[in-house]
């Protein structure tokens, strides 16, 4: 028997080993040479034979790492890996296995079941809300128990993996997150900048190769006389074929315009709509480009691996086809008023472009009544008004004017509506943290003299704030219950002109009763025939006056209000308001 000295310094020994295994895992920069970290040491200082560690995404129920021993089909399918998870969490978080080929968890997850004859230890773990990580280690045939130190070890060395793993993870989609955002706000400045819907989708489709990667991909347009859609943009197919062209409901792409849903096939062999122009072809994806809720075509993109696409392609492909059906929309419009030379015609397209990027309806958020009101004028402005909700506890809300009118109003509008959206579509941001992105974004697009005026606040229920930023925009009033109003002035400058400008936020409380009205200037610089502006006193006296009434009766007593004070003049500025009242 070893002295306890001896004992003691072999045990020393280890543990340094250990910690410098520790170390070099927390140190691998990229998947390979952490999964070989992983494998090598536990195998090295665990005394198991076989080791076998992967990490499940449980947003996705998606495999997002594994050793190069696990050897999983790419990718394991969602319900498996449910089905794995529903497993594990009953389980302790440490658990001996005397027969590993005889563990009773869901089939075709651990592959080469019936070669594995020692002892196995399974760990496994929630690293946080998002990541679980499992590792399996085996003994050799001829060992069969674990001893408490080998045991420490392994579940030691478990743990670490799982949080170096979880970080590289994590720097991996933040990194693709970065890279995403970056496609899409060079999209977005493609579209502020060109009218040449060639130019724009090219871009696109080109763009979209660094998020979702493909192999073939098209943008496929509506030909309504042939009730098909037709080829405009490709990448990937061969030059010799014919351009494509699917009727509706035929191939993937058909079936997509036909239902104005979009379709993930991951085995085209198993899809019998599938039509063949890529050769390589395993799996594809069609998502419609829709236009005020219709459909004006499809982006379609193919793999030459099975199951390349899930949700998350899914998401993104919608992104970039909403850019595309932005870009087709306004050039679509603006030949169309080029082709008439005529001033009214040109006027009538701006406002199809401002009205299809405005809100269709007033969302539902509990403990908030909405109603909205938006009138262009005969000169279309570049009035801009949106909801977001985030969830039943959280509302976004933005009103904005962009100066000018006519198309180049409308454009800039348009390039207004898309850097807003890449950013505030995220609860996490602030007011002044997106409005500052679109101060960027406008500056960098638009000419000196384009700029807008912009309004976000976000309402969350549960804390019953509303936090703010006001971009050189017409202060929205707030009405206490007891009649007490107050202007939302925090803020800063308008956007568009001043590469460096700074935005701050304010914040609210909203108490029961409570009623807050946004509004562009040409709700309160309309004047009478006496040239006196409607002006924010008459606008703060209007609202006292009816603010203990239902949200719809408050909006229509000041357009009454309104209308009555500025008579039947030319209305040549657009209106919009939006009526917030805090019921509960």
Known sequence: MLEPSVAETRSDILWHRVVEGLTRMTAATGEADLSAAIEEITLELSGAETCRFFMVDCVSNRIVFETSSCGFLHPVASAEVEALLAWLRP?????????????????????????????????????????????????????????????????????HAGYAVTRLVHF??????????????????????????????????????????YDAAGIFLLDEDQNAVVEHTTRGYSPDMNAINLEMGEGISGSAAATGKAIIVPDVSMDERYVQHHPGTKSEMAVPLLSGGQVIGVFNIENNRVNAYDEESQSLLEAFASQASIAIQNARLFDEARRSRILDRELEVAGEIQRTLLPRAVPEVPGLSLAAYSEPSREVGGDFYDFIP???????????????????????????????????????????????????????????DRFATLFYGIANMQENTFVYC????????????????????????????????????????????????????????????????????????AIRDCHDCPVEEIRDHLIEVWRAFVGNGRQDDDTTMIVVKREH
């Not at 929630?126 to 045991?151: G, H, K, N, S």
């Not at 007011?431 to 101060?439: A, L, W």
């Open 390 to 448: 985030f969830s039943d506890k959280q509302l976004g809300l933005a009103v904005g004017d962009v100066v000018g009118k006519g198309i180049p109003a409308a454009l800039t509008m348009a390039s207004l509506y898309t850097s807003f959206h890449e950013f505030a579509n995220y609860y996490v941001y602030l007011p002044s943290y997106v409005i500052g992105h679109v101060n960027e974004v406008l500056y960098e697009v638009t000419s000196a």
């Open 172 to 213: 991996k989609l933040a990194r693709q997150e970065m890279l995403h955002r970056t496609a899409l706000y060079e999209v977005g400045k493609q579209i502020s900048s060109s009218l040449d819907i060639n130019e724009v989708l090219n871009a696109i489709i080109d763009a979209l190769q660094t998020v979702v990667p």
């Open 470 to 541: 006001n971009a050189g925009h017409p202060p929205p009033v707030l009405c206490r219950k007891s009649g007490e109003t107050v202007n939302l002035y925090t803020g800063g400058l308008i956007v568009g002109s001043f590469e460096d400008a700074g935005f701050e936020d304010g914040r609210v409380y909203l108490n029961e009763g409570d009623v807050v009205v946004l509004y562009t200037d040409g709700l309160i610089e309309k004047s009478n025939d006496q040239d006196e502006i409607f002006g924010i006193d008459r606008l703060e006296e």
């Open 91 to 159: 389980q302790p978080s440490t658990r001996l296995i005397d027969d590993p080929d005889e563990m009773d968890w869901p089939a075709r997850i651990l592959p080469d079941r019936g070669v594995l004859a020692g002892q196995a230890v399974l760990f496994h773990h929630q690293i946080d809300d998002r990541f679980y990580c499992v590792m399996l280690a085996i003994m050799a045939a001829d060992q069969t128990v674990f001893d408490p130190e080998q045991l420490e070890v392994t579940i030691s060395l478990a743990r």
